[in-house]
């Protein structure tokens, strides 16, 4: 079984501490896109401009973020990745999740024969993950 874990997962993780992540390492082998990167330390970013984070916040934050991150098979955003991003999609889905979602693919295609399950606290990116024929999780019905 592969696990593919988008940003939300990891977000909830880190500030909520939400089990859900845990549900994922336990997956052979559990990946991301390196979107997950850029999209955590952004979020983590505007919560401390925000006062939502103090900088022990902040550090603490950045620290978990990247100790995930070093745990995940990470799909890099290559020229056939934007390539099938760009391509249309089964459902209504928004740039940046169309991009997961085609790493999501690429991993995959990586494990024939292994199933993949998407974990993601996105509507849309649950949807149109179900239409691609991948197990949802975390969608709620």
């Not at 996105?122 to 019905?141: K, V, W």
Request: proline share 3%; glycine share 4%.
């Amino acid at each position: 079984m592969i696990a593919f874990v988008d940003t939300s997962v990891v977000l909830r993780f880190v500030l909520e501490g939400d089990i859900s992540l845990q549900q994922a390492f336990a997956a052979s082998v559990t990946a991301c896109s390196e979107l997950l990167w850029i999209e955590s330390m952004r979020v983590a970013q505007r919560l401390r401009l925000d006062g939502a984070l103090s900088d022990k916040d902040l550090a603490e934050a950045v620290s978990r973020i990247a100790t995930c991150y070093a745990s995940f098979r990470v799909y890099l955003l290559d020229d056939e990745i934007k390539q099938a991003a760009a391509e249309p999609s089964p459902t209504v889905i928004g740039t940046l999740d169309a991009l997961h979602l085609a790493c999501a693919r690429r991993a995959a295609k990586h494990y024939p024969g292994e199933s993949l399950l998407l974990y993601s606290y996105d509507r849309q990116m649950n949807l149109c993950a179900r239409a691609l024929g991948f197990s949802t999780p975390l969608a709620e019905e």
